[in-house]
């Protein structure tokens, strides 16, 4: 089975430009959550949608929004890019947003970085 | 934004020898992960812990739920090379229908051979 997908792997912009990442969840999964990992430190909570809708989100300015689709897959959009949104971007998916026993399962990253 | 306390920072270590790294926190958890990270990929969950006092194994690794619910380690006995990565904990913490993980600084784990 495949687990969570994210594309593009890798992507270069520069300041002011907008970006938009993509996450597929591992199939059967109804919970994404994106998180962004600057280098040399642990991921932090962007957002977590269940059901096509906002549960949850992070200490990020407005110029972050997701959404999640039908098929459960989503989508990170960052607007008006800084030097300081390079990082790696996870996307994580669970079954749902009940944690226990359903552990979330984490996609390789986009890695972002702005010029 | 928030982190969790995790030490040492760095370890560097022979093949064969035991590992043990923690994690400190100020506010209580419900649940502690470990998760193991390598470059150019995900974090990779090695092990979960449910209850205040729980102590779960796989494989060569062992992982306790702090009795105060704000301390979790993480023990890897006779190390390997392939063992190399970094390693972060993580808190569970519930806020209404929201689930979020609370990661911890790392700690970077070399075995030379």
């Known amino acids: 089975d495949a687990g969570v997908t994210q594309s593009p792997t890798h992507l270069i912009k520069t300041r002011g430009q907008q970006v938009t990442l993509r996450c597929s969840p591992i199939?059967?999964?109804?919970?994404v959550s994106w998180y962004q990992q600057v280098l040399g430190q642990g991921p932090q909570f962007i957002f977590q949608?269940?059901?096509?809708?906002?549960?949850g989100r992070g200490n990020f300015p407005d110029r972050f929004s997701a959404r999640q689709f039908p098929n459960y897959s989503s989508e990170l959009n960052v607007n008006a890019l800084l030097l300081g949104d390079s990082a790696l971007y996870l996307c994580?998916?669970?079954?749902?947003?009940?944690?226990?026993?359903?552990?979330?399962?984490f996609g390789d990253g986009t890695r972002l970085s702005i010029l | 934004g928030q982190q969790l306390n995790q030490s040492p920072q760095s370890m560097f270590i022979q093949e064969g020898e035991d590992v043990s790294m923690n994690c400190t926190s100020s506010?209580?958890?419900?649940?502690w992960l470990w998760y193991k990270q390598e470059p150019g990929e995900g974090p990779v969950l090695l092990i979960a812990l449910y209850k205040a006092g729980e102590l779960t194994s796989n494989g060569r690794l062992t992982a306790q739920f702090g009795i105060t619910r704000k301390d979790s380690f993480l023990n890897i006995s006779a190390s390997i090379p392939s063992d190399v990565g970094i390693y972060f904990c993580?808190?569970?913490?519930?806020?209404?229908?929201?689930?979020?993980?609370?990661f911890g600084t790392g700690t970077l784990l070399a075995v030379q051979p």
């Open positions: 949608y269940y059901e096509k809708e906002e549960r």
């Open positions: 199939s059967g999964h109804k919970s």
């Open positions: 994580a998916s669970s079954l749902d947003t009940g944690f226990r026993n359903q552990p979330q399962h």
């Open positions: 506010s209580i958890f419900n649940t």
């Open positions: 993580a808190g569970l913490s519930y806020g209404g229908a929201t689930n979020k993980l609370i």
